[in-house]
Nanobody, 124 residues
C-alpha cells in the first residue's frame, strides 16, 4: 500500500510563492514517476508538472512554465513543487500522484496512487 501526503498549501497574495511537498511511503519511491495535479472548482483535474523516476525528464503545463519547478529527492522519498509568481488562476486543490508506467505521462487516470490534496488559494 502506498501513502502520499502533501503539505505546504495555504493562502498567498498574487506574486507570492509556495512550496508544496509530497512524502511517499510504502514503495520504492525511485521506481515511480511522480506528478503534481490541480483541480479548481468546476474544472477537470489537470497535470501541472511531472518528473520521471530519475528526475531526468520533466513536464510542465504551459500555464505554469517559468513559474513552477518540480523536483524530487529519492533519498527522502519526497517530491516538491516550487510555485513562484502565483496568480489567482493558480487557486485549486493540488494533488501529488504516483505512476509505475514505462513513461512519464500527464493523464490523471494513468496514475495509480494519489494524495489527499492540499488547498492553494491566491488572492488578488
Amino acid at each position: 500500500q502506498v501513502q502520499l501526503v502533501e503539505s505546504g498549501g495555504g493562502l498567498v497574495q498574487a506574486g507570492g510563492s509556495l512550496r508544496l511537498s509530497c512524502a511517499a511511503s510504502g514503495r520504492t519511491f525511485s521506481s515511480y514517476h511522480m506528478g503534481w495535479f490541480r483541480q479548481a472548482p468546476g474544472k477537470e483535474r489537470e497535470c501541472v508538472a511531472g518528473i520521471s523516476r530519475s528526475g531526468s525528464r520533466l513536464f510542465y503545463a504551459d500555464s505554469v512554465k517559468g513559474r513552477f519547478t518540480i523536483s524530487r529527492d529519492n533519498a527522502k522519498n519526497t517530491v516538491y513543487l516550487q510555485m513562484n509568481s502565483l496568480i489567482p488562476e493558480d487557486t485549486a486543490v493540488y494533488y501529488c500522484a504516483l505512476d509505475s508506467g514505462l513513461s512519464l505521462v500527464v493523464t490523471p487516470k494513468q496514475y495509480e496512487y494519489w494524495g489527499q490534496g492540499t488547498q492553494v488559494t491566491v488572492s488578488s
